[in-house]
Nanobody
Framework: QVQLVESGGGSVQAGGSLRLSCAAS????????MGWFRQAPGKEREGVAR????????YVADSVKGRFTISQDNAKKTVYLQMNSLKPEDTAMYYC??????????????WGQGTQVTVSS
């Protein structure tokens, strides 16, 4: 079992930056693949990025590639999503998620409560 708590959301103007954090409460953080998803009102959930704590292999969706970066601090059991050059279309609820297997993407087993990101033009 793992519990996930996101933080760092907020409101920002287009072109601005935010960094989301996700703290995992588990003794075996390195055993989980960590990811970020987002869902805007009326739209399907979108997988944004994922990272493997074991080997650091990352995936970033084409829609955010070059603007968003996923990283982690294994000692703090925390994964981050650095979001730069934000656009109004990035407005969504952002969720942190985890699973024993990266291959389960996008159907991860464990989810946080979400943090809202709002980008104004």
């Amino acid at each position: 079992q793992v519990q996930l708590v996101e933080s760092g959301g907020g409101s920002v103007q287009a072109g601005g930056s935010l960094r989301l954090s996700c703290a995992a409460s588990t003794y075996t953080y390195s055993g989980y693949c960590m990811g970020w998803f987002r869902q805007a009102p009326g739209k399907e959930r979108e997988g944004v990025a994922r990272i493997s704590p074991l080997n650091g292999i990352m995936y970033v969706a084409d829609s955010v590639k070059g603007r968003f970066t996923i990283s982690q601090d294994n000692a703090k059991k925390t994964v981050y999503l650095q979001m730069n050059s934000l656009k109004p279309e990035d407005t969504a609820m952002y969720y942190c998620a985890a699973d024993r297997l990266c291959g389960s993407w996008p159907n991860f087993a464990y989810w946080g409560q979400g943090t809202q990101v709002t980008v104004s033009s």
